[in-house]
């Protein structure tokens, strides 16, 4: 499988006291993270750092009776610093809430069954905790309700920010939309079958699922659509390594 990681080039803030990991809060993210333990060690100081800080950020909240311990904050956290970990600024400004139900749930603020949505007005990112703990589970289906919410949070973040990942973000989104317009890069994407039908549903989900394919399934992703797949590891600030201490 390759390896998707992160080598860091001046990414991150030097933090003079990071929070790190218990060692239950370890053994949780290591059983359900191979992107963290791949990590090397200086990486997994970043990254814990990094979860333990997006708990802090967000207000977590319980719908339909479900129980949100402190390993259901730590997946999700992980979900999210996975997706921005090469990014300086990794704490989503277009959301402010993170409310989980058991199962697919009806929104109200879509007024349609659903398994996870972002919502702008509200500030909102929801999840069925069924579908996000599947995510994790099959790690090859292209399917992780945990990164495709994150990805619209990142999306909505960035392109209402000024920092400088925001700047970095807008720059290479960009550059994905204009390689897109090459009408025979749509035809070639179209002829692999490769994406789900969802993807083409408008320039939002395009990049969720995306993001989806990247994590999960990036030999095919490379094999079969090699210069998008670049596009998508520079969005992210990504390149590959083999992490070794």
Do not use: C, W
């Not at 992160?6 to 803030?13: M, S």
């Not at 090397?40 to 970043?46: G, Q």
């Not at 999960?216 to 797949?229: D, I, V």
Request: glycine share 4%; charged share 25%.
């Amino acid at each position: 499988m390759l390896s998707i990681v992160t080598i860091f080039k001046n990414r991150h803030r030097i933090v003079l006291f990071p929070k790190r990991f218990n060692s239950t809060q370890r053994t949780h993210i290591s059983l359900n993270s191979q992107f963290y333990t791949d990590l090397t060690l200086a990486n997994k100081k970043y990254f814990e750092h990094r979860v333990l800080n997006f708990i802090e950020s967000f207000e977590f909240v319980s719908r339909e009776g479900v129980k949100i311990t402190e390993e259901i904050k730590l997946l999700i956290a992980a979900s999210a610093i996975k997706l921005t970990f090469g990014y300086r600024h990794y704490i989503f400004s277009s959301i402010n809430i993170i409310i989980v139900y058991p199962k697919n749930y009806f929104s109200p603020f879509g007024n349609q069954q659903h398994k996870g949505e972002t919502n702008l007005r509200y500030k909102v990112v929801v999840f069925s905790l069924q579908d996000f703990k599947e995510g994790i589970k099959i790690v090859d289906d292209n399917l992780n309700l945990g990164l495709h919410e994150f990805t619209h949070a990142m999306h909505f973040s960035f392109m209402s920010s000024g920092n400088s990942s925001a700047s970095y973000f807008k720059k290479h989104y960009n550059n994905l939309l204009e390689f897109m317009v090459d009408k025979a890069e749509q035809q070639k994407l179209v002829n692999t079958g490769y994406l789900r039908e969802y993807a083409f549903e408008n320039e939002f989900e395009f990049l969720a699922v995306l993001v989806e394919h990247f994590f999960e399934t990036p030999e095919k992703f490379k094999q079969k659509l090699p210069q998008l797949f670049l596009k998508i590891e520079k969005l992210l600030n990504y390149s590959k390594s083999v992490f070794t201490d």
